[in-house]
C-alpha cells in the first residue's frame, strides 16, 4: 500500500505494471534484433501494451481505493465498486497475457544473446497475469465458475504456455 494521499497500489497496480515494464523489455529485444522483418511492428505491438498496462494500474488503483471506502463505509454501491475492482484486473491479466504471446514470438526469432531477456519478460508478464487472475476472484467473490473468473484464469494459462515457448525457444 501507497500514502494515504493517493490511491492505494494494491496487487493489480503492481501487477500492471510488471506488464508494463515485461511489454518494454520485449520491445527493445525486437527493436535489437536484426533480420528479422516483423521485429519493428511486433516492438510497435509492445509499446502500445506497455502504455495500456499503465493506464491500467492507473484504473486499478482507482477501483480498488473505490473498493476499499464502499467496503469501509458499508455503502449501497459495494457490490458496484466490487465489480469494478474485478473488472480492471481482467483486463490486466488479458493484456498481459498479449505481453506473454509477443515475447514468445520475439524469443522464437531473436538473436540468441537476446533471448534470455525476451523468456524473462515472458515470465514476469505470466506472474502478472496470474496474480490479476487471483484478483479476479477475490474482488468478486463468487463462484469459482463465474465467467469473469474463467476468463481471467484462461488469459493466465494462455500467459503461462507462451511464456513456456518462450523459455523453450532456442533449445
Do not use: Y
Amino acid at each position: 500500500m501507497s500514502s494515504s494521499r493517493e490511491a492505494p497500489h494494491g496487487a493489480g497496480f503492481v501487477a500492471a505494471k510488471a506488464g508494463a515494464e515485461a511489454a518494454r523489455l520485449v520491445a527493445v529485444v525486437a527493436r535489437d534484433t536484426t533480420g528479422w522483418s516483423g521485429a519493428s511492428g511486433t516492438a510497435a505491438q509492445a509499446t502500445a501494451l506497455a502504455e495500456r498496462l499503465d493506464e491500467l494500474a492507473a484504473a486499478d488503483a482507482e477501483a480498488f481505493a473505490a473498493a476499499l471506502v464502499a467496503l469501509t463505509t458499508s455503502s449501497r454501491d459495494l457490490p458496484t465498486r466490487m465489480a469494478q475492482a474485478a473488472a480492471v484486473p481482467l483486463e490486466i491479466a488479458r493484456a498481459a497475457a498479449d505481453v506473454c504471446e509477443a515475447a514468445a514470438l520475439v524469443a522464437e526469432r531473436c538473436d540468441g544473446v537476446l533471448r534470455a531477456d525476451a523468456a524473462g519478460a515472458a515470465a514476469l508478464a505470466s506472474g502478472a497475469a496470474l496474480a490479476a487472475a487471483q484478483l479476479v476472484r477475490a474482488n468478486l467473490v463468487v463462484a469459482p465458475d463465474d465467467p469473469r473468473v474463467v476468463q481471467a484464469f484462461r488469459a493466465a494459462d494462455d500467459a503461462r504456455r507462451s511464456a513456456k515457448r518462450a523459455l523453450d525457444a532456442g533449445s
